[in-house]
Nanobody
Framework: VQLQASGGGLVQPGGSLRLTCAASGNIDRLYDMGWYRQAPGKQRELVGTVTSGSNTDYADSVKGRFTISRDNAKNTVYLQMNSLKVEDTAVYYC???????????????WGQGTQVTVSS
C-alpha cells in the first residue's frame, strides 16, 4: 500500500492550500485516514482524521480552519486549509489504516510528507 501526498507549498498568512493524498496498491479495505504534521524541532502531531463513513475529528488548533474529506471511490483523502497561520508551517503527512487481501489485521501506512510553509 502506498500513499502519495501532494499540494504543499508556500502561502502567505491568511491564505489557503489544499493537500491531497491518494492510496494505491494492494488494498482490500481502507479504514480511518488522516493528516499529521511535524514542525522543526517538534514532535509529529495529529491534525485530523476521517472515518470511512466521513466522520471527522480535528486538533483544537485547526478546528474551524481546516476541513478533512475523502473520496472512497478514489481512495483519496483531502485537507483543505484556510486562514493559514505561520504556526501551521510543517511537513504534513497523510496516514491511512488499510487491510491487504489475505491479511487478518489492518495496519498503518504513511505518505512521504509534503512541506507547507506559511510566511509573508
Amino acid at each position: 500500500v502506498q500513499l502519495q501526498a501532494s499540494g504543499g507549498g508556500l502561502v502567505q498568512p491568511g491564505g489557503s492550500l489544499r493537500l491531497t493524498c491518494a492510496a494505491s496498491g494492494n488494498i482490500d479495505r481502507l479504514y480511518d485516514m488522516g493528516w499529521y504534521r511535524q514542525a522543526p524541532g517538534k514532535q509529529r502531531e495529529l491534525v485530523g482524521t476521517v472515518t470511512s463513513g466521513s466522520n471527522t475529528d480535528y486538533a483544537d488548533s485547526v478546528k474551524g480552519r481546516f476541513t478533512i474529506s475523502r473520496d472512497n471511490a478514489k481512495n483519496t483523502v483531502y485537507l483543505q486549509m484556510n486562514s493559514l497561520k505561520v504556526e501551521d508551517t510543517a511537513v504534513y503527512y497523510c496516514n491511512a489504516f488499510a487491510r491487504r487481501p489475505g491479511d487478518y489485521l489492518s495496519r498503518a501506512y504513511w505518505g512521504q510528507g509534503t512541506q507547507v510553509t506559511v510566511s509573508s
